[in-house]
């Protein structure tokens, strides 16, 4: 057995069912664990008040005391991790860096980078498949080639999946190697960090530095009772598991309760994709339950999307389907203004408004309206997929490179997706169809509340005194349209007119 290790925590924010510390555990002496608030990361965030950080600024908190009560700690350091790691290491002398996949450019270059540095000091870095069911090239065609649309995928994974698939990787049960620094190392380790990246830390590693420390503000998260951490995960989960059953056929009313809320802990590993794959196969397999069978394949889904991008890490600037480049997106002045409107939820088209809004107030958006919205920016505001993708990756809690992407490109039709030519939504019709009574749109468009809600999906039909009666000033109290939906739908055939011709002359 090896001396010791350092387990290096990620998107991977708690202590069971953790394929790297049960490696740590049984095959070292001594396991530390540390984890950064990565400044290459944090110093680009747009805002100050970031949920994501205080998400994880909780997390992390709940996730040093499990350590503890294991006898194990979590060294805290607000630095840039590719400097911070190799720090630690040395400072603790320790044998090998073990950590998780990741499956995004940048992690992968920062990751060589760590591998490198510990390589010259003789120290071994180890990573394992975590974050995902399966990675990489583990699921291919029956010719050994990837998958690009996702029902075959689904259906290669699902004949590949095994129980030892989904076995858990147990950690209390080895908690014997856990090791906590002393005073001392503590001391060392912040000179080390100090030394190699001339900084000096806000606390020695052996206290978590405060949001205020890094530059951050508290948001409203409580008070929109996110749950956080492992126990927020489970939480979550639990009250989940009871309404599984239901799923497939609740999931696309945003008014309803009926999808997991659960991505913001499959984001940052706060809950194990191998306990959640887990329920839902287990039900369906002893009932046939359909809503688990739905919730299953979301989480195929995911990583579908962690394969794409993994394997081709082009999309992350450019469509996955080369000729969906050749699209000219509008960018002028009034582009830029019709691009505001969409994200302070102003465009007129209640259902868009709604979600919108959403996004803002509580960083989360229903997985409906992520469509609506997207097919919204990309068809009906001729605007490019980019614009509004990076506004997601700006205020998503969820927020997920592979994921978003993904359905940025699904939906402007530059992506993975079974359909030939394209679809567009119409933000009517979807409104009447997935909130027919109005009472999600309700929720973040009071000023329509009185609104009969045969007008609530498109008030610029509602007579005059209809209006009046509601209180609805169109263009004052609620703005009138900034598109016609018709006339719009007829603009997006004649720009994706080039793929169509790109496509006809290519085959
Ligand atoms: C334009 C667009 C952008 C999106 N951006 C993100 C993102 O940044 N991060 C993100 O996690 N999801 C993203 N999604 C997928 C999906 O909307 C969210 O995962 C889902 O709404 C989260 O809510 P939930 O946890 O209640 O989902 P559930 O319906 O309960 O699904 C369970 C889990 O499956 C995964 N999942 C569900 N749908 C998808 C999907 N289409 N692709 C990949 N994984 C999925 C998520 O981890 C989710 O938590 C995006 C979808 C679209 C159309």
């Avoid at 469509?371 to 969820?398: H, I, P, Y």
Wanted: glycine letters at 6%; one cysteine or more.
């Amino acid at each position: 057995m090896s001396t010791s290790a350092l387990v290096w925590f990620r998107r991977d924010l708690r202590c069971d069912d953790h394929t790297a510390l049960h490696h740590a555990l049984t095959h070292f002496k001594r396991v530390y664990c540390a984890f950064i608030f990565d400044r290459d990361i944090l110093d680009v965030l747009p805002s100050p008040a970031d949920r994501r950080v205080e998400f994880i600024w909780y997390s992390v908190t709940e996730l040093k005391q499990h350590l503890n009560d294991m006898g194990g700690d979590l060294l805290v350091f607000h630095a840039k991790a590719a400097q911070a790691i190799p720090a630690i290491a040395e400072a603790l002398k320790v044998d090998a860096v073990i950590t998780h996949h990741d499956y995004e450019p940048a992690a992968i270059s920062r990751d060589a980078t760590v591998e490198q540095t510990l390589k010259a000091s003789g120290i071994a870095f180890t990573t394992f498949k975590d974050t995902c069911i399966f990675e990489k090239e583990e699921v291919l065609t029956q010719a050994g080639g990837r998958f690009s649309v996702f029902t075959p995928y689904k259906n290669a994974w699902l004949k590949k999946l095994t129980p030892a698939d989904l076995e858990e990787r147990p950690v209390a049960q080895h908690a014997a190697a856990f090791a906590k620094p002393d005073a001392t190392q503590f001391k060392g380790v912040s000179a080390q960090i100090a030394k190699q990246t001339g900084i000096h830390q806000p606390t020695d590693g052996s206290h978590i530095p405060s949001l205020q420390d890094m530059g951050f503000e508290p948001t409203n998260l409580l008070e929109l009772k996110i749950r956080t951490g492992q126990s927020g995960a489970q939480a979550t989960l639990d009250e989940f598991l009871s309404r599984m059953d239901g799923y497939k056929k609740q999931r696309d009313f945003p008014a309803v309760k009926g999808v997991s809320y659960l991505s913001v802990h499959m984001r940052f590993g706060t809950l194990s994709i191998r306990q959640a794959a887990r329920h839902a196969w287990t039900l369906f397999n002893s009932t046939g339950s359909e809503g688990a069978m739905g919730w299953l394949n979301e989480l195929i889904w995911r990583d579908f999307y962690f394969q794409i991008l993994y394997n081709n890490p082009r999309v992350v600037n450019n469509a996955f389907k080369a000729e969906y480049d050749d699209i000219v997106w509008d960018s002028d002045d009034k582009a830029k203004a019709l691009y505001q409107r969409w994200c302070d939820g102003q465009t007129g088209y209640p259902l868009v408004d709604a979600a919108m809004r959403q996004l803002k107030h509580t960083g989360w958006m229903h997985n409906r309206l992520r469509m609506v919205v997207a097919s919204f920016l990309t068809k009906d505001l001729g605007l490019d997929w980019r614009w509004g993708e990076k506004w997601f990756a700006d205020n998503l809690n969820d927020f997920d490179l592979s994921a978003n992407n993904g359905g940025w490109q699904w939906a402007s039709s530059s992506g993975c997706d079974a359909q030939p030519y394209f679809r567009i939504f119409n933000p009517v019709s979807q409104s009447e169809k997935f909130d027919a009574d109005g009472k999600f749109i309700h929720r973040y468009c009071p000023e329509l509340a009185k609104l009969p809600k045969r007008f609530i999906h498109a008030p610029w039909e509602a007579p005059a005194m209809e209006l009046q009666m509601a209180g609805v000033q169109l263009g004052t109290s609620y703005p009138r349209p900034c598109v016609d939906h018709a006339v719009a739908r007829e603009k997006t055939l004649a720009r994706y007119a080039v793929v169509k011709k790109k496509v006809t002359s290519d085959e």
